[in-house]
């Protein structure tokens, strides 16, 4: 029903800064929470942040706060987040997701973006 298409992984070396954003299908992801989570090879998909449906309150998990920043335009269906600092442990795939963020399982899922930092 609801498709989340994550966009603006790459190849970066530490300390670079990276954009992903996350463009919904529809707009009733205006009305949904919204986050990103990531999967390292070998390791479980861990939270990275999520913000609320109105953008007011977002919340970070303690490895990217004060590096990465989480934002939304809603009259875009858009939900981005900004990498700074990147350090080689954050190489990932990086996952957009909507909906009932703070229980730690999502509604809707995107497909994933690659985001590889080198040393």
């Known amino acids: 029903q609801v498709q989340l298409v994550e966009t603006g992984g790459g190849l970066v070396q530490a300390g670079d800064s990276l954009r992903l954003s996350c463009a919904a299908s529809?707009?009733?992801?205006?009305?949904?929470?919204m986050g990103w989570f990531r999967q390292a090879p070998g390791k479980e998909r861990e939270f990275v942040a999520r913000i609320s449906w109105n953008g007011g309150n977002t919340y970070y998990a303690d490895f990217v706060k004060g590096r990465f920043f989480i934002s939304r335009d809603n009259a875009k269906k858009t939900v981005y987040l900004q990498m700074n600092s990147l350090k080689p442990e954050d190489t990932a795939v990086y996952y957009c997701?909507?909906?009932?963020?703070?229980?730690?399982?999502?509604?809707?899922w995107g497909q994933g973006t690659q985001v590889t930092v080198s040393s």
């Open positions: 997701a909507a909906g009932s963020l703070r229980s730690g399982k999502p509604d809707y």
């Open positions: 529809d707009r009733t992801t205006s009305l949904l929470s």
